[in-house]
């Protein structure tokens, strides 16, 4: 139940062309409180309910729990959450031994691309692609709970 993952912000779309898969989502925030956000989310057809902690140190690992939920609970929990729902394509590319996720955000965060790696600890080694460029991991400007109240185009 602890996530340990780095961010990077994208030099280039050219991840589209290497993506073995692309998934819309919608998601909101029950609580955005740094310390404990409560996640509600859409991705295609399927639906979870994701609590995560406060970050470490570095900005790398924190606690996180995730469950599946019906769509149509999904979509009332929606209606529940605070202001600034995130709207975003999420593209999966595989590099080397890891898969990154790669966010392209739409309406508010309109012109952000973020990538994400998880690692199975904070000191493993991981392959980087041509289009990754500044980590933006230790930034909390970057979590989505963050871009739902204080979208990039406002920066």
């Known amino acids: 139940m602890l ?7 994208v030099t280039s779309d050219s991840y589209k062309k290497e993506a073995f898969s692309k998934k819309r989502i919608i998601q909101g925030y029950l609580s955005s409180n740094p310390e404990r956000t409560v996640r ?7 639906a ?14 924190r606690f996180e729990w995730e469950k599946e ?7 009332n929990l929606l209606l529940l959450c605070e202001k600034g729902v995130i709207d975003k394509t999420r593209f999966e590319v595989k590099v080397g031994n890891h898969t990154y996720e790669v966010d392209e955000f739409y309406g508010e ?10 690692l199975q600890s904070e000191t493993e080694m991981f392959e980087k692609p041509s289009w990754l460029g500044e980590e933006v991991t230790n930034d ?12 990039y185009k406002n920066w």
Do not use: C, H, Q, W
């Not at 340990?4 to 912000?9: T, V």
């Not at 509600?40 to 399927?46: A, D, L, W």
């Open 3 to 9: 996530e340990i993952e780095r961010k990077f912000l």
């Open 40 to 46: 509600v989310r859409i991705k295609e057809n399927k």
């Open 48 to 61: 979870y309910l994701t609590i995560k902690g406060s970050s470490n140190a570095s900005g790398m690992s």
């Open 69 to 75: 939920i019906a769509v149509d609970e999904a979509k």
């Open 109 to 118: 965060n309109e012109g952000l691309e973020m990538a994400e790696i998880e």
């Open 140 to 151: 909390n400007r970057y979590y989505n709970s963050y871009l739902s109240k204080n979208p």
